[in-house]
């Protein structure tokens, strides 16, 4: 509704990768869609995944832009105070990881604080299953990668 909302044709291809690029969060999906019309990302009015891709884009590297969704990603230096160098390394190895991370395989990094990685789990940052932590949302852990530069 929202691709038919900017008047520009699209497939189901673009309607997925529109859901899959914001995570499916109605702020993201409403702001994708403002930059694919405002940035004029649909070529003759058509609007493509690439057009999809390159709306995330512009959206990740306007810091200005982003801001209002990109503020759980900025908060830690503030709340986890002199944690927060471990907190981001922690969560920098988890969202370069294809699977989930393993509490043994962080313990360097946590230096013996286990209550940091349960402030994470609480905060929503990562989520533990059996098999280890992994981000919870995949859309932020695509932020923290363009943001941290990790790719």
Known sequence: MLLSGIQV?????????????SGGIPFLLHHLANVL?????CHDGVCTPLSVAAAWGAFVNDRDQSKAATHLLTRIGLYYGERASR???VLDIAAR???PVSVQALRGDLRGDLQLLDDL????YLSE??????????????????RRRLA
């Open 97 to 99: 990881s294809p699977a």
């Open 121 to 124: 789990v609480d905060d929503h």
């Open 9 to 21: 044709r699209f497939d189901s291809e673009t309607a997925t990768a529109l859901v899959e690029a």
């Open 129 to 146: 299953t059996a098999d280890g932590l992994t981000w919870r949302y995949p859309v932020l852990r695509r932020i923290w990668v363009a």
């Open 87 to 89: 907190a981001e390394r």
């Open 37 to 41: 019309r405002v940035q004029d990302l």
